[in-house]
């Protein structure tokens, strides 16, 4: 089975612009998660999403914002860069529900690597 | 103060090693334990998880909670320098928040 992938995997962008991150989870996964790692704040979780539902939410401002289509892909969106907001993005999918505890068995894609300017 | 505190490293070992690598939390509501691996460039990758107290082993590593202390533990056996990485743990409560440990750096020389 191919594993998660993401698309871009390196984006450079300005303050101000806007950006729109890719996933595709793994065959059949229907749960879908978005991370931000920093070196400083380490891993810290965005979203995450279940058959085109948000299902779970972190503490990220509303700049942030992401969907899931029908056949489980995922986009994540930042509006307004900032230059704290420069970090690998992480999508990783399950294959368990959410409420069947999708968020403590999760598969990673190799991440985006967004650096703001 | 962070929820879950993890030692940065780097934890420097010689092969064959027993490697121990540690997480200290303060939510009591945590109930699902587990342990990332991931190479640089890379994504995690998930190690094993654990549910409440207890040991489990899976191969050459072995996962330990003790709730009464608030610590878990992730011990490796017999280490290789193909174990070198960073090693993450998570924690998820029942109401599904979940989160991470800075990571501790792992080094297994030859």
């Known amino acids: 089975k191919a594993g998660v992938t993401q698309t871009p995997r390196y984006l450079i962008k300005t303050r101000g612009q806007q950006v729109t991150l890719s996933c595709s989870p793994i065959?059949?996964?229907?749960?879908v998660s978005w991370y931000q790692q920093t070196p400083g704040q380490g891993l810290q979780f965005l979203f995450e999403y279940f058959s085109e539902t948000q299902r779970n939410k972190g503490n990220f401002p509303g700049r942030f914002s992401g969907r899931q289509f029908s056949n489980s892909r995922s986009e994540m969106n930042v509006s307004t860069l900032e230059l704290g907001d420069s970090a690998l993005y992480l999508c990783?999918?399950?294959?368990?529900?959410?409420?069947?505890?999708?968020?403590?068995?999760?598969?990673f894609g190799p991440g985006t690597r967004l650096t703001v300017t | 103060q962070k929820e879950v505190e993890q030692d940065p490293g780097p934890l420097s070992v010689p092969e064959g090693a027993i490697v121990s690598l540690n997480c200290t939390y303060s939510?009591?509501?945590?109930?699902?334990f587990m342990w990332y691996r991931q190479y640089s460039r890379k994504g995690p990758e998930l190690l094993m998880y654990t549910y409440s107290s207890g040991n489990k082993e899976d191969g050459r590593f072995t996962a330990q909670v003790d709730k009464s202390s608030k610590y878990i533990s992730l011990f490796i056996r017999d280490s290789q320098p193909s174990d070198s990485a960073t090693y993450l743990c998570a924690m998820l409560t029942g109401f599904q928040k979940l989160v991470f440990g800075t990571g501790t750096r792992l080094l297994v020389s030859p």
């Open positions: 990783a999918s399950s294959p368990r529900d959410t409420l069947a505890g999708g968020l403590r068995e999760q598969y």
């Open positions: 065959s059949g996964h229907r749960s």
């Open positions: 939510n009591s509501a945590f109930q699902y």
